[in-house]
């Protein structure tokens, strides 16, 4: 392990302008269009641990599109409102994650205000940690709705939120 990957961060901000909000994210690029008109208002709370960066977000509906990195891989998932988020044409339920793949399209349409998460790494680490689940993951520039067994996906759910809460305020949705 080098020195880098034993390193661990955080950084929370507060925005009320979509642009900067989508400039903060990490692992994609995303063109973005908010739903809801009035004030624009999201926080994000972007964690690094070693190779891994976990995002929160407290977000308005939106619509976007764009991609992954070419580099970085990682998993979307809702950390409230259950449904309220489809990844290429797939809703998010409280047990499945969309696995995007390093170079992936992603296209997500949120219908309501909600908190997200991701968690991202390097196209070496994902398909190893796939290769240590036993899974057959989708190639790369494709992506996958994972189905989880619900107490595992809360566990992750929740030592995601728990981590992040270190970084930022609490609690996350009101």
Not at 152 to 157: D, S
Request: aromatic letters at 6%; one cysteine or more.
């Amino acid at each position: 392990m080098t020195d880098d990957a034993a390193m661990a961060s955080g950084l929370h901000q507060r925005f009320e302008d979509a642009d900067d909000f989508t400039a903060a994210l990490r692992a994609a690029e995303v063109d973005y269009l908010p739903l809801a008109a009035g004030r624009y208002q999201a926080r994000l709370t972007v964690m690094r641990v070693g190779p891994f960066t976990i995002q929160h977000a407290h977000d308005a509906a939106h619509i976007s599109r764009g991609g992954m990195a070419a580099d970085r891989g990682g998993l979307i998932m809702a950390a409230s409102a259950p449904h309220a988020i489809a990844m290429n044409g797939e809703d998010v339920t409280p047990a499945t994650a969309s696995l995007q793949m390093p170079g992936s399209d992603l296209h997500a349409l949120c219908r309501q205000r909600l908190a997200w998460m991701a968690v991202s790494a390097p196209a070496a680490e994902v398909e190893a940690l796939l290769d240590h689940w036993a899974m057959a993951g989708p190639r790369r520039g494709a992506s996958a709705m994972l189905a989880f067994a619900p107490d595992r996906i809360a566990r992750l759910r929740g030592t995601l939120v728990a981590m992040t809460a270190l970084v930022g305020e609490a609690p996350w949705w009101e």
